[in-house]
């Protein structure tokens, strides 16, 4: 590709912010909830890569069209691949899209198709704008993609604080993770944790029914913790893992699990006949973007409970690994229901982005 600079590049990355900061000095955007993409476009040539430099086109052939006709010819963009269902952005549909088979592939082109929300333009002709502010570059994205349509957007952008609270208040009905704070005079710096991330957190208590041993101590370090909440009927739910633990701790934790994975298999809800027979709960799975990585896991009676903190529950899991806070002695694993989680209010995203003039 004949542009300022040739793929593969690293996505500039986030970290945690506690709170909004005070406005002055920063730019303000939702922070979607999807798959980083940086779109190389050189004519008719074009790449979609994902933040670990795989080509996202296959995946997501519906978006190729969209994107020759819309982006300038020659351009870099830093965006989202995003899908948006029924009640607002779906991850766990847009995980799906992540098959082997182009026949499924292709029909879930047609049937979930997914957008692309770009919120940097880092190359446009022969310009390389990654040193430029972000003040700039806004401006210039603005400018360059502002006529865009469906399925592709320029995210929405405040620089007021009080709007930026009122998102991050509203849009989690709509499935968004909360706020991305990006300070007007940064640079593009691929890699650096230059922006920040305000993210909703909550905490809720957790039945442990299983675990994966650590990769750089198999049978003696524990490497994550398996979570499971149970539904109204009192199937229990795998919901997702916690690994926050220090390495000199996870001896400790494999010793204290040992006594819990004595029959364990033999009556567990995720395993074999107790699976099969009526419990359609959501059990472990693998792992989308590495098919090959092993994640086989270990059972254990569901006795324990554990406290953690979380960001987002989505299609009935945590979108992300959630942090251990401590353990439960004083609570009954039944008592680790779905209902502990308080569901935001619904957001009509289209009519939200409709008002944010983005919207087509």
């Not at 609570?331 to 919207?359: H, M, N």
């Amino acid at each position: 590709m004949n542009l300022p600079f040739s793929p593969p590049l690293d996505p500039m990355l986030a970290q945690i912010g506690e709170t909004v900061p005070e406005e002055g000095r920063w730019l303000f955007e939702p922070k979607w909830d999807g798959f980083r993409a940086i779109v190389f476009r050189d004519g008719q040539e074009l790449l979609i890569q994902s933040r670990d430099h795989r080509p996202l086109e296959r995946f997501f052939p519906e978006l190729v069209a969209p994107l020759l006709r819309d982006l300038p010819r020659r351009c870099v963009v830093d965006g989202e691949v995003i899908l948006l269902g029924p009640q607002g952005l779906d991850f766990e549909a847009l995980q799906l899209r992540l098959h082997p088979a182009e026949s499924r592939i292709e029909k879930l082109a047609r049937e979930t198709p997914a957008g692309y929300v770009a919120f940097d333009l880092l190359a446009l002709g022969d310009r390389d704008l990654r040193g430029e502010p972000q003040e700039a570059r806004r401006a210039a994205l603005e400018d360059a993609l502002g006529g865009v349509q469906a399925p592709l957007l320029v995210t929405p952008a405040t620089r007021s604080r009080e709007v930026a609270r009122d998102w991050f208040d509203r849009l989690e009905g709509a499935g968004f993770e909360g706020l991305i704070a990006k300070p007007l005079d940064l640079a593009y710096q691929p890699k650096k944790r230059a922006l920040l991330k305000i993210k909703h957190v909550r905490t809720v208590d957790c039945v442990v029914a299983g675990f994966r041993w650590h990769k750089n101590g198999p049978g003696e370090l524990v490497g994550s913790l398996l979570l499971g909440l149970y539904d109204d009927d009192g199937v229990l739910h795998h919901v997702g893992i916690t690994s926050s633990f220090k390495m000199t701790y996870r001896r400790e934790l494999a010793r204290r699990l040992e006594p819990l994975r004595e029959g364990a298999s033999e009556s567990h809800p995720w395993l074999g006949e107790w699976a099969a027979a009526g419990n359609h709960g959501r059990r472990p799975a693998g792992s989308r973007w590495n098919p090959q990585k092993s994640l086989s896991w270990e059972p254990l009676r569901p006795e324990l409970v554990v406290e953690v903190k979380f960001d987002y529950l989505q299609g009935g899991r945590f979108r992300h690994a959630a942090t251990f806070l401590h353990w439960r002695e004083d609570k009954l694993p039944e008592e680790c229901t779905y209902d502990q989680i308080e569901e935001p209010s619904p957001l009509d995203l289209s009519e939200f982005l409709r008002a944010s003039g983005v919207g087509r």
